[in-house]
């Protein structure tokens, strides 16, 4: 028996997909693809009361809850840490979910979101301030019905105030009520569920 060989001369270059593309499980990705797609949630962080004008703290169903009033100013403030992993000029968004007895009118909840840089800026500074761009909720039936809010910390390109937000720096956030601004206003306490906070970036 005779057995033939073929070998070629000089190194083989092997047929790979593009990277950055993924499509099947043997493919290639970059670093910032993985990044920018599946890096998106699940940075931790503490909702605080703000001393002088914070929301009743109670519990429902076995879970804390923060009750905004109307026509009362009150405030929940956040210190969210940009994560090492971020990649510059992506939108950071927050999401949180409320509840009312009410089956009618409007909730809206709304941020103030201070840059908070790095070796450059004091932890009480307001020099770089977003204000979110959401638009009110409108409640529905059942009473108590779960709400998801939509709330965007920073501008699309991933700026406050027209200064980059960079991995390292911190984000003060204020979330409040603007009874002020809804249309019809729930006369009910909007109840906000702390633990239902979620940070896409």
């Known amino acids: 028996m005779t057995r033939e060989y073929t070998f070629v001369v000089g190194p083989e270059t092997p047929t790979q997909p593009t ?92 941020t103030d979101t201070y840059l908070i840089r790095e070796s450059t800026d004091a932890v009480t500074s307001t020099t770089n301030k977003h204000d979110s761009t959401n638009t009110e909720d409108t409640n529905g039936s059942p009473g108590s019905r779960y709400n998801k809010v939509e709330l965007d910390l920073t501008d699309a390109d991933g700026e406050i105030n027209s200064v980059a937000v960079s991995a390292g720096d911190m984000l003060r956030v204020e979330l409040t009520r603007d009874w002020g601004n809804e249309s019809t206003p729930d006369t009910n306490d909007t109840k906000v569920i702390p633990s239902s906070s979620e940070i896409v970036m």
Do not use: H, M, R
Not at 59 to 72: D, H, L, R, S
């Open 19 to 110: 990277a950055g593309t993924p499509s099947a499980d043997t493919d290639f990705l970059t670093l910032g693809f993985a990044n920018s797609t599946y890096c998106k949630g699940g940075y931790g962080f503490t909702w605080n009361p703000k001393a002088g004008s914070a929301p009743l703290e109670d519990f429902e169903n076995g879970e804390k809850i923060y009750e905004f009033q109307n026509n009362v100013t009150q405030f929940l403030v956040a210190f969210i840490k940009v994560p090492e992993g971020y990649v510059a000029g992506t939108q950071i968004k927050l999401y949180i979910g409320y509840y009312t007895s009410s089956t009618t009118n409007n909730v809206f909840l709304v």
